[in-house]
């Protein structure tokens, strides 16, 4: 492999490679992250702060009206309690689980926070085109 070390008319060192290599190079760290990323959920997982769905919750989650709706019910909590706890009005919250509102970015931390997940877990799936 050649590889040619030269600067910048700035002085900046730069290393020039064939694409080639440079392709494997960047496949092997993409992997490298991918490969961080599975031990950290591992870990996750391991210390009980990260959950997996089985294929009934994953089929739940989709037919539900909306992930809030899916999570608010798989915690267990009654629509009452998650509008008093995140201080949202109980009309607000059972429009946005209907899908029919969307919360703003403050109300979806506050309302992920208390049902102990993401809040990108409250974000729909994007329709398909």
């Known amino acids: 492999m050649t590889v040619v070390r030269t600067r ?20 092997l760290a993409e ?44 915690r267990g909590m009654a629509a009452s309690a998650l509008a008093q706890d ?9 429009a946005i689980e209907r899908g029919e509102r969307a919360a703003d970015p403050a109300t979806t931390a506050r309302l992920a926070k208390i049902l102990g997940i993401d809040a990108e877990d409250l974000m729909p799936e994007p329709a398909e085109a």
Do not use: K, Y
Not at 49 to 57: N, R, Y
Not at 86 to 94: D, M, R, V
């Open 8 to 27: 910048t008319p700035s002085g900046e060192a730069i290393v020039i490679l064939p694409e080639a290599e440079f392709e494997r190079l960047r496949e």
């Open 31 to 74: 992997d490298a992250l991918d490969a961080r990323a599975v031990d950290a959920s591992e870990a996750r997982l391991q210390a009980g702060t990260e959950e997996l769905l089985d294929e009934a919750a994953l089929d739940a989650l989709r037919a539900a009206p909306s992930p809030l709706a899916f999570w608010r019910e798989r």
């Open 86 to 94: 995140t201080a949202i009005e109980p009309e607000l919250l059972a």
